[in-house]
């Protein structure tokens, strides 16, 4: 595609404003600094020339391009991506530096360099010589992951309004916040969506397609111990805190555990104990590609907390399982167009496509949960939520031309 690629320069511009969420707050957005980059890609919008732009209350960003094609089914299509950066790492004062012409050496950041990118460490990094690589400074991240993503789906649609000759159906563009908080479509507005399905473009390596992901529930262990002094204990005291630890201490050690698991391996994990003598508390994260395993893995706990508390009669302990996400590709097998879309769009912008699944969660997850089918596609998003986060020109420009080419797809086959 014969294009000059605005791509660089707004994800260069995007990554200094510092957007990171709060997995502590309760607003929405968790954090008021992302209001600013809201407020800049929706001016960006309409400076295009796109005319139906909305910046909801919520900081959500909606912003749809009629179509222009006689066919009359022609699917209407989201691409969305998240405004963001993780918790993880400061997004202050980003200082993105351009490494032009790459040539596989190793990168060392200028104000800490103890902080190197190395193709040792990042194997991808070997297949980008001739690439202009963009990393942060050393003190931060850099906000790939997911600034990426928008500064691609915002080069796409510039590039589609300076074009009409390109047909399409109707196209929309959805920002969201505090997706790395796990709340990326809490206050969605499906309507203002009005689309058929969509991408995420919130994934890594060149050509990389997803549309599975970990299926995931969160347990919750409440446990009322038997308080008494310590001096005058014996008999009485039924300790909480001894018996959360017996819990944890009795899940398996050798599988069902992150630390040894990988592929379509599945896991219980306890993220969180907190408490006191009386009273303690567990939270567990479960996941699984197959849905129905849930159920196996949390019985499986609950045995666990069963055959600890009989070890404690005066004490109780509360079970409580939350239902979080499912695997996408339940959704998604329904529609196998959507998948053949995108995989043609890859393909037609000379890329191999590497159809792989996310041992995690997406927006795309929940989105496909509500009826709205989502699988994700590449930014090119390398090192993420570090200070060695970094990104190819390259690879970005390869994201704009297939968020083009999945466009003329689905209207050519429509």
Partial sequence: MSYDYTVKDRFLKYVQIDTQSDPESQSTPSTEKQKNLAKILYQELLDMGIKNVELDQYSYIY??????????????????????TAPDASGTDVKPIVHVNYQGEDIVLPDDESVVISPDEFPPLKEKTGHDIITASGKTLLGADDKAGVAAIMDAMNYIINHPEIKHGKITVLFTPDEEVGRG???INLDKLDSDFGYTLDSGDLGHFEYENFSADSVSIKIKGVSAHPGYAKGKMENALKIASEIVSRLPKHHLTPEVTEGTQGFVHPVKIEGALEEASLLFIIRDFDSSKLKDYEDMLRSIMDDVMVDYPNSTAEFTVSKQYRNMKDHLEKHPEIIDFAIEGIKASGITPVVGRIRGGTDGAMLSEMGMPTPNMFAGQYGIHSKKEWTSVQDMQKAVDVVINIIKTAESKS
């Fill in 63 to 84: 912003a749809s391009i009629p179509a222009n094609t006689d066919k009359k089914n022609v699917p209407k299509i989201f691409f969305a991506a998240h405004m963001d």
């Fill in 185 to 187: 479509v809490e206050k």
